[in-house]
């Protein structure tokens, strides 16, 4: 055709006559260039072949916007199928930011039954699958598969014993059919914040919420002006006493007298719980973590310079961080080293853990994947620690070793700062407030010293 624009008479093509376009077609494609370039009175207002060019070569503002608006649910499977990668670094979250993140993201449900986790040496996790034999499933290929097998909604576990407030997963639950771009902090606030949950299932949640938030940000799922959530405006009331089993251990710490009889009762259980006792015997001793202590691996050991070097990807700071080869320490190499050489263990050598586990299956220590996978470690120490609870009497777990030590550190080398180079904390603040922990027997004596200073009572007497 021939239309006029702008003084000029211009020619336009609609397209080549052939099989599959015909009059109809051209018909079609003529009131569509009608009604976008002319107004109501016939007048062309716009250039046909100019516009046409630009709806093939460009995108506008409201396509891209339109675009990126996905859903919580469909953000939560791009998350899950990009392996967990961190916001602001390259790499994946931890095989424990993982495990947490999964059970608010798609847990309370049998498709997370069909997850392994595991993590390399710089600190980045993975997710693999395996087959269920409860569920009778087989293992999924992918993510995508294992989304399919378990549809929003199908798959909740609704036995007492794994969910006892019978609650549904984000994925599962009617807010993830919202788009992430209509989120903000008062829908967040009344979906976390219902009676039933604890406190720290409150907080736990709003993490969860936060990471999926910061995903979208850092992967430009929103508009150019995202939406703002403040999340630390998002706070929730403290309960007067936790309902967490292990808070009544937060400020405690072992007193100098039953340090003696928790080192005894360990050695006397060598033999009944290897690899768990000397675990114990080396929390004890260092003052480390429980996580970055269970994946030690013997390669950290330098006995010429006496020394263990934790890598960086173990450690919760994410750097390189030094134990020295004390006799106490010492002592725990050896007591491994003991256990190393019973007939039964001697094929432990091959694992590449400090603390293997001993529920090791044999029949696979000939294949290095298995032998360097976090199926050939300790995960819980459980077993031998109930055991000294039970024997001695002693109340506590094993988290108080880090606050003893510390504590211990700080009295004998008198300031924070050095204490802090043993530790491994970062600021001197966080060892005053949370680990610096004062047993009832110390504080008597502190409170007779002070007392002294009233000593003029003695006169008026």
Request: net charge positive.
């Amino acid at each position: 055709m021939r239309y006029w624009f702008n003084g000029k008479s211009l020619p336009f093509t609609f397209g080549e006559f052939r099989t599959g376009y015909g009059v109809r077609e051209c018909r079609l494609d003529y009131m569509n260039v009608l009604d976008q370039c002319s107004n109501n009175k016939g007048l062309w207002v716009k250039d046909p072949k100019q516009t046409i060019h630009d709806s093939e070569t460009k995108i506008t503002k409201a396509n891209i916007v339109e675009s990126q608006k996905l859903t919580i649910r469909e953000v939560i499977e791009r998350i899950c199928i990009e392996g967990f990668p961190k916001a602001k670094k390259i790499g994946n979250l931890s095989a424990h930011s993982i495990k947490s993140l999964v059970k608010y993201f798609i847990g309370y449900n049998w498709r997370s039954r069909h997850l392994i986790y595991t993590e390399n040496s710089k600190g980045h996790g993975k997710v693999s699958f395996k087959a269920n034999e409860h569920r009778r499933t087989v293992k999924p290929e992918s993510w995508e598969d294992l989304f399919k097998k378990f549809p929003p909604g199908h798959g909740l576990i609704k036995d007492k014993r794994f969910n006892p407030l019978l609650e549904t997963s984000l994925y599962d639950s009617d807010l993830s059919k919202l788009v992430i771009d209509e989120l903000n902090e008062g829908i967040i606030r009344k979906y976390v914040d219902i009676p039933k949950r604890a406190f720290g299932t409150k907080e736990n949640l709003l993490d969860a919420i936060s990471t999926l938030w910061n995903y979208s940000l850092s992967n430009s799922l929103f508009g150019d002006v995202p939406p703002k959530i403040e999340f630390k405006n998002i706070v929730f009331k403290k309960p007067e006493q936790s309902n967490y089993v292990g808070a009544k251990y937060n400020n405690l710490r072992f007193s100098d007298n039953e340090m003696p009889i928790i080192f005894n009762a360990l050695m006397e259980r060598r033999d009944q719980y290897p690899f768990q006792a000397e675990a114990l015997l080396f929390l004890q001793f260092s003052g480390r973590r429980l996580p970055e202590t269970l994946k030690m691996k013997p390669g950290y050991i330098n006995k010429d310079k006496g020394v263990i070097t934790l890598n960086y990807g173990t450690t919760k700071g994410r750097k390189e961080e030094f134990v020295d080869i004390t006799p106490p320490i010492k002592l725990v190499l050896d007591s491994l080293e003991y256990q190393l050489k019973k007939p039964e263990f001697q094929k432990y050598r091959f694992v590449d853990w400090l603390f293997p586990t001993t529920r090791i299956n044999s029949q696979r220590l000939h294949e290095d994947s298995y032998v360097r996978s976090e199926a050939t470690r300790l995960k819980s120490l459980r077993g031998c620690w109930n055991d000294v609870v039970k024997t001695t009497g002693i109340i506590g777990s094993p988290k108080m070793f880090r606050k003893t030590f510390s504590s211990l550190a700080k009295l004998t080398l008198g300031t924070s700062s050095k204490a802090r180079a043993l530790t491994g904390h970062e600021q001197d603040s966080t060892l005053d407030v949370h680990y610096d922990k004062t047993s009832r027997e110390t504080a008597r004596e502190y409170a007779h010293q002070v007392a002294e200073v009233f000593n003029f009572i003695k006169k008026t007497g």
